[in-house]
């Protein structure tokens, strides 16, 4: 579909979608902590004189569909609840709890969002995100295009679309994978290598037992150190930057049989600790 047609498209739909996101999209007993993130807490830079190149503002679900199968290295963000992006989310879609985080842990994660792509944000129904769609163009100008979905996301419709694109690739693309999935998915994947992408100056304290690290920045030259013919699940401090490597190991690494990353804080500890009451 034509992008500015979408666009225009959108101006006409974004009155219908007035329902929003309501309260449920808190977690319950979720504290408001700050995660690990590949960037400090910087301040918030003055950019309210500057516009992204493509502000496609608001787009209806229908629209947000088409613009999702047409956009090319499109960035998903969904800013809602970790409890709720658990429950469902776009195949490949980058996790920003706003509802869970305080002010400087949500522009810290707005700040490790690849610059140089289109993004697109939502949440469930449409509330939280205009807030989400404000900040992040007043922190992130580089970003060459940028919208939200106006209403409920269109999941069960896009990862249908997105599986059916993958189809008859013998490589498994599953994305970003929660916390507790990919704890699960760890505990039972024989011959998995588990791979932090952090920068060296944001390397993780404790990681994953048996992990390898590249940074993401370096993966590109030295992806080749990944063994061949096995999983790789990828695991940063937040499900930022597992993002770029993940798109990285995507085209140059297609003997990887099947190939995920951690979306949010990664599970260290509880890993950690059911691996060695195994052994």
Known sequence: ??????????????MVY?????SSENSAGVSNTTPPSGHGFPEAPDNSAITTLNDLGALPPEAALEYMKAAENLVIVD????ANYGRIHFEGAVNIPIEDLDTLGENAMYMDIPGGRPVILHCRRGVIVPG?????KELRPDIPEISYIAGTPLFEQYNEWLADRQNGNQQRLLGGQSPADALEYMKNTPNLVIVEVNNPEWKMGTGFTGSIHIPYTEMAERHTEIPQDRPVLLYCGGGIVSVEAYGI????????????????????SLYNEWLAAWQ
């Not at 800013?79 to 970790?82: D, E, K, L, M, P």
């Open 249 to 268: 190991l995507r085209e140059k690494r297609p003997d990887i049989p099947e190939l995920s990353y951690v979306s949010s804080r990664p599970l260290v």
């Open 79 to 82: 800013v809602a609840s970790r």
């Open 132 to 136: 989400a769609y404000t900040r992040l």
């Open 18 to 22: 007035g329902a929003g996101c309501s």
């Open 1 to 14: 579909m034509n992008i500015k047609l979408i666009w225009m498209t959108a101006l006409l739909g974004v």
